[in-house]
Every structure is written in structure tokens, then in C-alpha cells.
């Protein structure tokens, strides 16, 4: 069973930084594809970032020159720094995780980032 813990959200003023972190467990993570979606109240569920195990990176437009993800596969681990946060980024932060061959997806418990004015 693959479990995704996520831990570093918080709260933090406009134009602050934060980088959140997802560790993972189970074998083969190198070739998983690792995500970060967030849900901010009311909202659907969005694709904030994504990064394929082959390499490649894809980022929302609305976090493109301020968010960066990372992963580093001998931790098992993704990562989300988040600068020039804005308060519409405030949300409910998930890790995602989708395995091959089927690429089932799996879900980290989430973790609230709130940025104020």
C-alpha cells in the first residue's frame, strides 16, 4: 500500500515562501509520477505541478516563475517551493502520486497553506 505523507504548509504573508514536502512510501518512486494539486474552498481540485519519473515538468500558468517542484528519488521524496505567494494561493495542498504500469492514483492527506494580505 502506498502511503504519501505531506508535511510543511502554514501560514505566511504575502510575497513569503514556503516549500512543502511529500515522502513516500514503496519501491520504484524513480519512475512514479509525482504531483502537487491544491482545492481551495469552493473550488474544484487543481493541477498545481507535476513531474514525470521520465523527466519533464509541467506547472499550472498561475504558479509558472513562482513555484518549483523537486524530487529526490534516494528520499523517496517531492518537493513544492512556493515564492511570491499570493493570498489566491491559499488552499489545501495534495501530493499525488501515479504509479506504472496503470498509473493508479494515490493521494497525500493534504496540507493547508494559507497566505494573508
Known amino acids: 500500500q502506498v502511503q504519501l505523507v505531506e508535511s510543511g504548509g502554514g501560514l505566511v504573508q504575502a510575497g513569503g515562501s514556503l516549500r512543502l514536502s511529500c515522502t513516500a512510501s514503496?519501491?520504484?518512486?524513480?519512475?512514479?509520477?509525482m504531483g502537487w494539486y491544491r482545492q481551495a474552498p469552493g473550488k474544484q481540485r487543481e493541477l498545481v505541478a507535476a513531474?514525470?519519473?521520465?523527466?519533464?515538468?509541467n506547472y499550472a500558468d498561475s504558479v509558472k516563475g513562482r513555484f518549483t517542484i523537486s524530487r529526490d528519488n534516494t528520499k523517496n521524496t517531492v518537493y513544492l517551493q512556493m515564492d511570491s505567494l499570493k493570498p489566491e494561493d491559499t488552499a489545501v495542498y495534495y501530493c499525488?502520486?501515479?504509479?506504472?504500469?496503470?498509473?493508479?492514483?494515490?493521494w497525500g492527506q493534504g496540507t493547508q497553506v494559507t497566505v494573508s494580505s
Open positions: 499525488n502520486a501515479q504509479i506504472p504500469p496503470g498509473y493508479r492514483s494515490y
Open positions: 514503496g519501491s520504484i518512486f524513480a519512475r512514479w509520477t
Open positions: 513531474m514525470p519519473g521520465g523527466g519533464g515538468i
